[in-house]
């Protein structure tokens, strides 16, 4: 496995566990549809509210900052399957779309932002990001 590989799977580890001691539900991980993906699906601490969490790890965020990374692009295709998702699993609560950035390499010297209510597709296939 490539390094940026295995930086994105220990961020998307840390990310889970920082929810996790944050009181949410995790639901689920990695989930694809085709070549799409959602890193996390997890249910918030009151249990009303399903959130599909985008997680950008770096190293350093000297060249670009990892929510920069969310672009139009990912969004719609965050959109996308968190659509199929929903279908799929019949989710009736309501969701949304955060994003948790983590800057670093090992928890000791890791930055993790968590940003709640990042985005949202549909205005982005509308193209009112």
């Given at each position: 496995?490539?390094?940026?590989n295995d930086?994105g799977?220990?961020g ?5 566990e920082y929810?996790?001691?944050?009181g ?10 085709g070549?799409?993906d959602i890193d996390?699906v ?10 599909f969490v ?6 350093t965020d000297?060249?670009?900052?990892p929510?920069d990374?969310v672009d ?10 968190a659509?199929a998702?929903?279908k799929e699993?019949?989710?009736y609560?309501?969701?949304r779309f955060d ?5 670093g390499?090992k928890?000791q010297?890791a930055?993790?932002e ?14 009112n990001?």
């Amino acid at each position: 496995m490539a390094v940026h590989n295995d930086l994105g799977k220990w961020g998307e580890d840390y990310a889970a566990e920082y929810l996790l001691k944050k009181g949410y539900e995790v639901i689920s991980r990695d989930w694809r549809l085709g070549k799409r993906d959602i890193d996390i699906v997890a249910r918030t601490e009151d249990g009303l509210t399903v959130v599909f969490v985008e997680v950008k790890t770096r190293a350093t965020d000297v060249i670009v900052s990892p929510e920069d990374a969310v672009d139009e692009r990912k969004i719609k295709s965050i959109g996308w399957a968190a659509n199929a998702y929903v279908k799929e699993f019949q989710i009736y609560d309501d969701i949304r779309f955060d994003i948790i950035t983590i800057v670093g390499t090992k928890p000791q010297d890791a930055s993790l932002e968590h940003i709640i209510d990042a985005f949202n597709p549909v205005l982005a296939m509308n193209g009112n990001h």
